[in-house]
């Protein structure tokens, strides 16, 4: 038997932090050696965080790069251990995002990236150069620094594997998992029984168990050991990358770390038999066929034995049952760890809601009571860097710390109720209700005697006073009066994350939570410059399906019941006079559905469908309930609203990211803000076709 030991693990980089960042390398690095493993491996880009972006065409950032590596290599850190580490590298003047394998002190090969990540949210080809020599191990100098210091002046740089004694080791980077032709695949084909992929993989609902199923398929038919490694946090953007971090054996998961956690450094273990993955690949009877005329990748050779045999002491790794997290529950857990790490390193005291007692103010509430509970857990756990993080932002004095969710929210987050004479009173109990289920330090406002002299003030300069349209007012009218009350509550609500934490003998500041949701976004559907606009948002790229389906989740789950009376109300911005005979709801003002905004936003961006491909698939969508003219009329009223909307996107608060259609404008939805929002081309030939499709039918 050869007995191997590895090591993988979920770290909490940030990017551009290097002494946070190097810190958790090594200690990812003690307890893999502590553990007994033969090789560690760590998340892709681990030394600086994956999401630098554009400081990675800073040459400051690849110096830092390469002086963190040589602290980890003049120690004793690598003696006796493989290393995957991750970096960028710049050779020549191209630069590289690279995996560097060290071990006893020594640079033993450097694997750069085959293939980019370069769509949604990534844009690796404006940092870095993907590799093209395939087959191709070159000699690459080391820098002066470097090599004194290790006394090692190059090292194999390129696409191969390390030929140990006993086994062969190679790195696949994250996207190369992915691609139409994985490295893997050849690479095992030559002989390489573990494979380690260092990644950078986001949360997305839903996304997990396709992830998982890649890392099981890359060895169920080839064999091998597949190791898999990703940050876990938020590392400075929009991103929550979701850990994960996982060995398999031979299409089996054997051992997995968390998805959601706030540990710095989590570190999970596996030892398995080589000699199964020679089992299963002598087993299939094409695997040996296709290997004897297989290219030949170039391989570095190392003397050295990771294996080792036999004895009374070794447990093997089994398969283990993987349970999925459900879409409501990681609503709850990523956009909570996300906000605690935005919090514990912004400096900021906590965080401000506006809370109207509607559906997405009511889940940020509860995102945010849900990332107390987590930190109350951890600190109960043991974790003594979220204790510190909590003593620290929640003020407590020596020997105190937070033991209670509700009692640390009341000292971490305060809520306000900003009504107007248009508010019900319905909704400002739920947000009083709620706040306290909560434990949030709640304000219930009325700010009426702040409106009212605006509307006076125009009064004054024009001679004219708006109505709203219910008491006989102009549509005009009734958007300025709506918007009035939506901006001044903005005001306020920066004001009061200013001052209260001053009032409340606390340092520095609050950030303000937003509470827009993707589907309104699209629609255009909130005011510029109201409560969407504020310093963080943790729903808005949720769809409002998937919150209503949370909130009655949270009901129960989280201790909050007054979401379940949320979630059955009306969504409605009550920001028009309540009638016997009328009432403003969200859906009614937007002239569409949830629903169909959800389906809309798929279409546009999952999909890349313009009006005319968005007509035709929602023809066959809704071919029996709407006829060719009333879909075409929707698509038209959608896309005329998201045009006239859509400079709203270049302002909106920066948020969590969770849904592949996003109608972010800064980072992932990339298009203009100015359109012909009468689309004359467009749907003209919508037009054309709604003509031939109903004569047909005719």
């Given at each position: 038997m050869r007995i191997l030991k590895v090591a993988t693990c979920n770290l909490k980089q940030w990017a551009m932090e290097f002494e946070n960042n190097l810190k958790n390398i090594k200690e990812s690095i003690r307890q893999a050696k502590e553990a007994g493993a033969a090789i560690r491996l760590g998340p892709e880009l681990e030394i600086s965080g994956y999401g630098c972006e554009d400081h990675f065409l800073e040459l400051d950032t690849v110096t830092h790069s390469?002086?963190?590596?040589?602290?980890?290599?003049?120690?004793?850190?690598?003696?006796?251990?493989?290393?995957?580490?991750?970096?960028?590298?710049?050779?020549?003047?191209?630069?590289?995002?690279?995996?560097?394998?060290?071990?006893?002190?020594?640079?033993?090969?450097?694997?750069?990236?085959?293939?980019?990540?370069?769509?949604?949210?990534?844009?690796?080809?404006?940092?870095?150069?993907?590799?093209?020599?395939?087959?191709?191990?070159?000699?690459?100098?080391?820098?002066?620094?470097?090599?004194?210091?290790?006394?090692?002046?190059?090292?194999?740089?390129g696409y191969g594997y390390v030929q140990f004694l006993d086994t062969a080791v190679a790195a696949e980077v994250c996207e190369e998992l992915f691609s139409p032709v994985p490295p893997h695949t050849e690479l095992a084909l030559n002989g390489v029984e573990v494979f380690l992929n260092a990644s950078g993989s986001h949360h997305q609902l839903r996304k997990l168990n396709l992830r998982v199923r890649a890392l099981e398929s890359a060895t169920r038919t080839l064999g091998g050991v597949y190791v898999y490694s990703n940050h876990q946090g938020c590392d400075g953007g929009r991103l929550y990358y979701d850990g994960c971090s996982c060995v398999v054996l031979n299409g089996d998961v054997i051992s997995l770390a968390s998805q959601f956690s706030l540990k710095d450094v989590e570190l999970v273990i596996a030892q398995v038999d080589l000699d199964k993955v020679t089992s299963q690949r002598g087993s299939v009877i094409s695997f040996q066929q296709q290997s004897k005329g297989i290219s030949t990748v170039k391989s570095v050779q190392v003397p050295v034995n990771l294996c080792r045999s036999l004895d009374r002491q070794v447990f093997l790794s089994s398969p283990i049952k993987l349970n999925y997290h459900c879409p409501e529950e990681e609503i709850a857990l990523g956009p909570a760890c996300w906000l605690w790490d935005y919090l514990r390193r912004s400096g900021a005291s906590g965080f401000l809601l506006p809370l109207s007692g509607g559906a997405d103010s009511s889940s940020v509430s509860a995102i945010v009571g849900s990332m107390c509970q987590l930190v109350v857990k951890e600190i109960a756990s043991g974790n003594e860097q979220v204790k510190s993080d909590a003593v620290r932002i929640g003020c407590y004095s020596e020997g105190k710390y937070p033991t209670d969710p509700k009692e640390f929210a009341g000292r971490i987050f305060y809520t306000l109720f900003l009504g107007t004479e248009n508010s019900s009173q319905e909704t400002r109990n739920l947000?009083?209700?709620?706040?306290?289920?909560?434990?949030?330090?709640?304000?219930?406002?009325?700010?009426?005697?702040?409106?009212?002299?605006?509307?006076?003030?125009?009064?004054?300069?024009?001679?004219?006073?708006?109505?709203?349209?219910?008491?006989?007012?102009?549509?005009?009218?009734?958007?300025?009066?709506?918007?009035?009350?939506?901006?001044?509550?903005?005001?306020?609500?920066?004001?009061?994350?200013?001052?209260?934490?001053?009032?409340?003998?606390?340092?520095?500041?609050?950030?303000?939570?937003?509470?827009?949701?993707?589907?309104?976004?699209?629609?255009?559907?909130?005011?510029?410059?109201?409560?969407?606009?504020?310093?963080?948002?943790?729903?808005?790229?949720?769809?409002?399906?998937?919150?209503?389906?949370?909130?009655?989740?949270?009901?129960?789950?989280?201790?909050?019941?007054?979401?379940?009376?949320?979630?059955?109300?009306?969504?409605?911005?009550?920001?028009?006079?309540?009638?016997?005979?009328?009432?403003?709801?969200?859906?009614?003002?937007?002239?569409?559905?949830?629903?169909?905004?959800?389906?809309?936003?798929?279409?546009?961006?999952?999909?890349r469908c313009g009006p005319m491909s968005m007509f035709k698939n929602l023809c066959c969508e809704w071919s029996s309930k709407c006829s060719p003219s009333e879909v075409a009329e929707k698509v038209k009223l959608f896309f005329h609203y998201y045009s006239i909307n859509r400079h709203k996107m270049t302002t909106l608060t920066p948020s969590y990211y969770v849904e592949s259609y996003s109608a972010e404008d800064n980072r992932y939805d990339l298009r203009q803000f100015l359109y012909n929002i009468s689309w004359p081309y467009q749907f003209r030939k919508m037009d054309e076709l709604v003509q031939k499709l109903e004569g047909n039918k005719e």
């Open positions: 390469w002086e963190c590596l040589k602290e980890i290599l003049v120690g004793d850190l690598t003696d006796g251990i493989l290393c995957s580490i991750g970096m960028v590298v710049i050779n020549g003047s191209e630069r590289y995002n690279c995996q560097v394998l060290c071990m006893d002190r020594k640079i033993i090969m450097i694997r750069p990236k085959l293939r980019l990540a370069n769509d949604g949210n990534y844009r690796e080809f404006r940092w870095f150069k993907a590799w093209k020599q395939k087959y191709q191990l070159v000699d690459f100098q080391l820098p002066a620094d470097i090599s004194q210091a290790i006394s090692q002046k190059s090292v194999p740089f947000s009083k209700k709620l706040a306290a289920e909560v434990g949030s330090k709640h304000y219930n406002l009325t700010i009426d005697t702040m409106v009212s002299p605006l509307v006076t003030f125009f009064q004054t300069l024009t001679g004219k006073l708006p109505r709203f349209t219910v008491d006989g007012g102009s549509e005009v009218e009734n958007l300025a009066l709506q918007n009035i009350q939506a901006r001044m509550r903005m005001v306020i609500a920066f004001m009061l994350a200013s001052l209260l934490p001053w009032i409340n003998n606390k340092p520095k500041y609050h950030l303000v939570l937003s509470t827009s949701n993707v589907d309104e976004s699209l629609r255009g559907h909130l005011t510029k410059y109201d409560c969407s606009s504020a310093d963080l948002n943790p729903l808005g790229s949720m769809n409002k399906t998937d919150i209503w389906a949370f909130m009655r989740w949270g009901a129960v789950n989280l201790g909050y019941p007054t979401l379940a009376a949320v979630a059955d109300a009306p969504p409605s911005a009550e920001l028009e006079p309540i009638r016997p005979d009328y009432r403003q709801t969200d859906e009614l003002d937007m002239g569409m559905t949830y629903e169909e905004l959800s389906l809309y936003g798929k279409l546009r961006k999952t999909f």
